[in-house]
Every structure is written in structure tokens, then in C-alpha cells.
């Protein structure tokens, strides 16, 4: 009786093929799914002695066929949103194209165990937000620090890891926060970059700093040798006769702040500048379209 209950059992597929016993079959376990990873890209970690922090580089090779050849670099700040948008867009308008050329793309990602807002507050603001209506956390206000990590530490990295590197022709780009770096940078550290692309600089930023430091340089008449191209979307402005709100700056007139800093770097021997405001673009919307004219200013297909 027993047998004839197991062939039962095993005609009805609720016992696999076999001895009388043998265990229900389970099914096959599904492959975990790979990670995707964008092509001929990688990401280095680099102790920052300086600052007692790990950062992580991501770095976007050109192709293979430019193998030998020393190409400039182009520094992005915001790396986990910049630097995909940027590598994709970049391989599209240099090798599809071609409408730009080729470079090494460096992407500055935030410090290993912060937020991207902790992190980005920190080691891309100049100074403390001083308005009394404004935060004035100790995260704030770090960017000489990471400056010099950049100077003294991620330039000799690259220099000794990425042969295609052309140490001599390096470019930065940013947006917002990491704009406003750049404009630091523009402004106190003369000869770390050549180029800027900077898009919606928060030039807000305690009670307009950069902007108050551009004046006076201006009317000294200081010598900058760069080339600067300031973006912004049209929608970034203040309504005529209208102000923002206390602590609510980075909603306030960004293109017409871009216009002024644009007639004060015109006012400093040696810079090279042009601004340009984007139609139908906001704060969020327009760092690609921002991007895309980037590339085709800072590195032009001769």
C-alpha cells in the first residue's frame, strides 16, 4: 500500500522524481543581480591626511582609442549627481558628436561617512553664514581646508595614478554649492584652474561674500588669468521690487547676482568672461543644460 501512495504522490508532481522520501524540490535560487557600472570609469578612495577624512575620486577615463594621448582634466564638485550626467554627456559630444573633446573627468564625491549636506555645507562654503538669520553651524565655512586638499593632495594622487592625465590644463565645474567653490577658488587661489564653468552660484551665500570680495579686487584692479563661463536659468530671479525672504536667499535674484559678478570679473585684468541665462530653467532644473554648454565652451572641437 505504501508504494502505491508514493507513485501516487509522484504523479502528481508533489514528489520529485526518486527514492520514496526523498525531499520536496526547491527552487533554484536566482542570481544576484550585478551592479551596473558606467564603462571605462573608476572610483579611487584617497585618505585626506590634511583633513582627517576618506574621500572617494571618481574618475572617467577617455576611450581606448585615445590610449598614449595626454588629455586635459575636468573637475566636477557633487560627484554622485554630476559626474554620470556629465561622463555620459561628454562621451556623446566628443566621440558621437563630435562637438567637444575628449578629457579625463574627475568627480569630487563627499566625504566617506557624511551626508551629502553635511559634507557639501562644510568643504564647499568660504565662511560661516554669519545673518543672524541664518544657521551658523560649525559644519559650515571649510572650503580653504578643502582647497588645499585638492592643491596638495588629490592633484600629486592623480598626477602619480592616471597617466592620461595633462596635469597642466586643468578645468572645474560646479553648480550651486560647488559653484560657489569655484568662485572662491577664481578669486584667492589663482593658477589651481584655468577654466570655470560655474552654474547658479550661490553667490547669496553670507550676505554676498564672493561678491564683496570680487569689489574689492575689482577695484584694485587684480589680475586674474582665467576663463570663466557663469550660467543660470532664467526662472532663478526675484520678481522686480521684490526681496527674499530672511534665510531664504538661495531663492533669490541668482541670474542677477550672476550678471553682477560677470561686469566685476570683466573689471580684472586678465579674465576672459561671458555669462549666459538659459530660458525655462530653475535652481534644479538646469545644471544639465548648464553642463552640456560647458563642455562645448570648455573643451571646443578644433
Not at 101 to 120: E, F, I
Not at 272 to 285: C, F, G, N
Amino acid at each position: 500500500m505504501s508504494r502505491l501512495i508514493h507513485l501516487l504522490f509522484v504523479l502528481g508532481g508533489l514528489l520529485p522524481w526518486g527514492a520514496p522520501g526523498a525531499a520536496l524540490a526547491q527552487p533554484a535560487a536566482q542570481p544576484v543581480p550585478a551592479p551596473y557600472a558606467l564603462d571605462r570609469t573608476e572610483v579611487h578612495r584617497l585618505h585626506s591626511r590634511l583633513l582627517q577624512r576618506d574621500y572617494e575620486l571618481y574618475i572617467g577615463l577617455p576611450p581606448e582609442s585615445e590610449a598614449g594621448a595626454r588629455l586635459p582634466l575636468l573637475f566636477v564638485t557633487d560627484a554622485p549627481v554630476a559626474f554620470p550626467l556629465i561622463h555620459a554627456m561628454s562621451r556623446r559630444l566628443s566621440h558621437e558628436g563630435p562637438q567637444s573633446r575628449q578629457m579625463v573627468l574627475v568627480g569630487l564625491s563627499y566625504a566617506l561617512g557624511d551626508s551629502p549636506t553635511v559634507s557639501r555645507n562644510r568643504d564647499y562654503t568660504p565662511s560661516q553664514r554669519a545673518s543672524s538669520a541664518e544657521d551658523s553651524s560649525p559644519r559650515y565655512g571649510q572650503a580653504e581646508a578643502y582647497v588645499r586638499f585638492i592643491r596638495e593632495e588629490v592633484l600629486p594622487y592623480l598626477a602619480a595614478h592616471v597617466p592620461q592625465a595633462d596635469m597642466s590644463r586643468r578645468y572645474f565645474a560646479g553648480h550651486s554649492y560647488g559653484s560657489l567653490l569655484g568662485a572662491h577658488v577664481l578669486l584667492h587661489h589663482p593658477g589651481l584652474f584655468q577654466r570655470y564653468i560655474l552654474s547658479s552660484p550661490s553667490l547669496w551665500y553670507d550676505q554676498e561674500r564672493v561678491l564683496r570680495e570680487a569689489e574689492q579686487l575689482a577695484a584694485k584692479r587684480q589680475p586674474l588669468h582665467a576663463q570663466v563661463l557663469l550660467l543660470a536659468g532664467a526662472k532663478e530671479q526675484t520678481a522686480p521690487g521684490r526681496r527674499p525672504r530672511p534665510g531664504q536667499e538661495a531663492d533669490g535674484d541668482i541670474v542677477g547676482n550672476v550678471r553682477r559678478f560677470e561686469r566685476l570679473l570683466r573689471q580684472m585684468p586678465g579674465v576672459q568672461v561671458q555669462a549666459r541665462i538659459i530660458p525655462d530653467e530653475d535652481h534644479l532644473s538646469v545644471f544639465p543644460s548648464a553642463m552640456v554648454r560647458g563642455l562645448r565652451w570648455a573643451l571646443p572641437q578644433r
